[in-house]
């Protein structure tokens, strides 16, 4: 069974730039998509971005899309989400999950990940 732990959550001001990171153990990383997810408070959760086993093909939310960007270092077992130029509209828990089936492109569909990580917070201030 996958483990994933996210890191990298904190306080930034708006405009700003932000690094997450997800380290997974359990199973063979490099044969899975992942993707980012988020919650702010009183809404529910998001796709924020998703990347393919390979590393190859990528998908972000509009909301995102130009600002984010999802990587992927298979010999450590690990996804980045890059933040730049955040906003306040940012804030949120954001959570890391691991894609369900193998050799997948990466989707926006949470019922295609089958293990989430934690969250981290992620606060931006105006």
């Known amino acids: 069974q996958v483990q994933l732990v996210e890191s990298g959550g904190g306080l930034v001001q708006a405009g700003g730039s932000q690094r997450l990171s997800c380290a997974a153990s359990?199973?063979?990383?490099?044969?899975?998509?992942m993707g980012w997810f988020r919650q702010a408070p009183g809404k529910e959760r998001e796709f924020v971005a998703a990347?393919?086993?390979?590393?190859?093909?990528?998908n972000y939310a509009g909301s995102v899309k130009g600002r984010f960007t999802i990587s992927r270092d298979n010999a450590k077992s690990t996804v980045y989400l890059q933040m730049n130029s955040l906003k306040p509209d940012d804030t949120a828990v954001y959570y890391c999950?691991?894609?369900?089936?193998?050799?997948?492109?990466?989707?926006?569909?949470?019922?295609?990940?089958?293990?989430w990580g934690q969250g981290t917070q992620v606060t931006v201030t105006s």
């Open positions: 359990g199973r063979t990383f490099s044969n899975y998509a």
């Open positions: 999950a691991a894609g369900r089936y193998l050799y997948s492109s990466g989707t926006y569909y949470p019922q295609d990940y089958g293990a």
């Open positions: 990347i393919s086993w390979s590393g190859g093909n990528t």
